[in-house]
């Protein structure tokens, strides 16, 4: 997305679900400034590979911010 938008910056904010296994079970974009759907849908996909260290007490849900701005 770079090479089509060299200035692309903004905050993709991904809420994902952890399950008792300690892999991600769900995974949604919550805040995309980016103005880049291609962007927030590639950090879900690759979220939704992670593997944790299992949860004590079930399933725990996150919501994680990633900034992005554009270097000089």
Same mark, same amino acid.
């Given at each position: 997305?770079? &090479?089509?938008?060299?200035?692309?910056? *903004?905050?993709?904010? @991904?809420?994902?679900? =952890?399950?008792t296994?300690?892999?991600?079970?769900?995974? &949604?974009?919550?805040?995309?400034?980016t *103005?880049?759907?291609? @962007?927030?849908?590639? =950090?879900?996909?690759?979220?939704?590979?992670?593997?944790?260290?299992?949860?004590?007490?079930?399933?725990?849900?996150?919501?994680?911010?990633?900034?992005?701005?554009?270097?000089?």
């Amino acid at each position: 997305e770079l &090479k089509k938008n060299p200035k692309l910056a *903004g905050k993709v904010t @991904v809420q994902f679900t =952890i399950g008792t296994v300690g892999r991600v079970t769900s995974a &949604k974009i919550t805040v995309n400034s980016t *103005g880049s759907s291609a @962007v927030g849908n590639c =950090i879900k996909q690759r979220i939704s590979m992670w593997r944790f260290p299992r949860p004590q007490g079930g399933d725990v849900t996150v919501a994680y911010p990633f900034v992005f701005t554009a270097s000089k």
